[in-house]
């Protein structure tokens, strides 16, 4: 595609349940990023990773977040047991093969509204 | 770690006139590269400008131009003749230099209203 996808737009869960959310990257970016921005904030990463493995994983919050890139394309990060403090835009980002161009390329993001 | 910090959360323009945002930032690294994206109401951020902190020459994209200054640690962007699609959030961005790929840190952003 065109530049980075990433669904849905929206979500609304209930406390204590389970969310994926899923990122597909430009193709032929091998780089990808998850942030997580909240209400009046500046994004935050999470999660980095280079193809298939995640190289730097430093700032997921705790153990019930988890993300994953199995073929190194699309991406799913994953929220387990929802807490209200989980809502949040979370945002997708892809870069170029190393070294070709420093900037990163983001998505629309997804709002996560966790009641 | 590295900091980005953003003093001014609102600023407002005249269409057509000049506005100036502020950013500043930590860092002990002599390689680095600094960004100023645009978020509009849609969420999606998009690259304004680029600058590469070994270059001494300040980056001008059209309209947008920075006002980089490595000692001070300062990295302002500069808005000429603005337009009413000009108004949105916009983030400072810090990335190192070092590695072949690494995270973003942004500052808390600047919202930015054009009026007529």
């Known amino acids: 595609g065109a530049g980075v996808s990433q669904t849905p737009s929206n979500k609304v869960t209930e406390k204590g349940k389970y969310v994926e959310l899923r990122c597909d990257p430009i193709?032929?970016?091998?780089?990808l990023y998850w942030y997580r921005q909240s209400l009046g904030q500046g994004p935050e990463f999470l999660i980095y990773f280079q193809g298939t493995g995640a190289a730097d994983d430093s700032g997921l919050p705790n153990d019930r977040f988890f993300a994953v890139r199995p073929e190194g394309s699309v991406s799913t990060l994953k929220i387990q047991r929802t807490e209200r403090g989980d809502s949040a835009v979370y945002l997708c980002?892809?870069?170029?093969?190393?070294?070709?161009?420093?900037?990163?390329?983001f998505g629309p993001g997804t709002r996560l509204t966790v009641l | 770690a590295q900091t980005v910090t953003q003093s001014q959360p609102e600023m407002s323009v005249q269409e057509a006139e000049t506005v100036t945002l502020s950013c500043t930032y930590d860092t002990s690294e002599s390689d680095y590269y600094l960004f100023w994206y645009k978020q509009p109401p849609s969420r999606q951020m998009i690259l304004v400008i680029r600058q590469e902190a070994y270059k001494q020459q300040n980056a001008t994209e059209n309209r947008f131009s920075v006002n980089f200054q490595k000692a001070a640690k300062s990295f302002s962007l500069k808005i000429s003749d603005s337009q009413l699609g000009d108004a949105a959030m916009y983030f400072c961005a810090y990335r190192s230099g070092t590695g072949t790929a690494s995270k973003l840190t942004f500052g808390t952003g600047t919202r930015l209203q054009v009026t007529l």
């Open positions: 193709s032929g970016h091998t780089a």
């Open positions: 980002a892809s870069t170029t093969p190393p070294d070709e161009r420093p900037e990163q390329f």
